[in-house]
């Protein structure tokens, strides 16, 4: 239970999620910290920038701005797992860096004063905000004039076993709102129009192709995706199914993830959007 944030159930659960298990191994993802950076690479960030970093998670995009910003440079993590920001703090700790600081705070409910960051980043998350036009609204108030926001997410075609998941489900007319896939923006028109919305200038949005072999046995694991956290999943439609039709939709998401299997194991598809 995270008891230092007052959190609606669903961010509660996405809090857990990370606290719990996510914080545990996240850092054994060679292809989330190269991706992070990728982010990083796209946007221009001189000595002395101030950089607000959403969603920091165990802090690689945080960690990589502060030793780009140098010590005239500023940088403000901010998460809403404990557990993620524990792990950015010791980093931070251990490669002793005094440019940075990690805050416990839900990115689409922070408050810092107008005009107080050059660059704001978020990576691998954006996703996850409910109201996205809304929270691009908020983040622009806190850009210093000429000041950029910066976004990486996954696009449609992203994360094998997402994509292999959703079909099984769709065959059996289960609708299960995983990875706010409801309410996600994955696809350049949509980042733009969105991005339109929020009253900001597209500066650019790409598509990058990147992914990396996963055995099947770790992207079996990752049917646990049907439970991930979501604002619409109330109550979950697997409680309508008996163990056995769970079990059966299980199966085949295994036997369609065999079908895929290579010698060097399933090919997971990182596509991702670079979004200014
Ligand atoms: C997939 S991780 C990405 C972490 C990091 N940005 C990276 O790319 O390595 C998602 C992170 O988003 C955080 N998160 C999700 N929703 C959030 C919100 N509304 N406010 C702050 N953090 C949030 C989670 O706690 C988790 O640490």
Redesign the pocket.
């Known amino acids: 239970m995270n008891n230092q944030l007052k959190l609606d159930p669903y ?1 509660q659960k ?2 857990e999620v ?1 606290d719990n298990t ?1 914080s545990q191994n996240y850092d054994q993802s060679k292809w ?1 910290f190269q991706i ?1 950076h990728r982010l990083v690479e796209s946007v221009e960030i001189k000595p002395g920038d101030k950089v607000l ?6 802090g ?2 945080a960690i990589k701005v502060a030793q780009l910003v140098g010590n005239s440079g500023w940088v403000v993590g ?4 404990t557990k ?1 920001i524990e792990q950015a703090r010791k980093k931070a700790i251990a490669l002793n860096l005094k440019n940075i600081e990690f805050q416990l ?4 409910n922070i408050n810092f004063p107008d005009n107080s960051f050059n660059l704001i980043l ?4 954006f996703p ?2 409910i109201d996205k036009e809304a929270t691009l609204r908020l983040w622009s108030k806190f850009l210093k004039p000429g000041g950029f926001i910066g976004l990486h997410s996954i696009a449609e075609t992203g994360f094998t076993n997402i994509v292999v998941l959703k079909k099984i489900l769709e065959n059996h007319r289960i609708n299960i709102d995983f990875f706010q896939l409801s309410n996600t923006v994955n696809t350049i028109e949509k980042y733009e129009n969105l991005l339109r919305q929020a009253n900001l200038e597209v500066i650019f949005v790409k598509t990058e192709t990147h992914g990396s072999y996963r055995s099947l046995e770790e992207t079996k694991k990752k049917w646990n995706f049907v439970y991930y956290p979501s604002p619409v999943n109330n109550p979950h439609p697997f409680t309508k199914l008996s163990s056995e039709e769970i079990e059966a939709i299980k199966a085949e998401f295994e036997l369609e993830l065999e079908k895929l299997a290579t010698p060097e194991g399933i090919w997971n598809n990182g596509t991702t959007f670079l979004v200014l």
Request: with cysteine; charged share 20%; aromatic share 4%.
């Open positions: 961010k996405l809090a990370y996510r989330l992070t970093d959403i969603a920091t998670g165990t690689h995009v901010v998460d809403l797992s993620m705070a839900d990115g689409e978020c990576a691998n998350a996850l905000m």
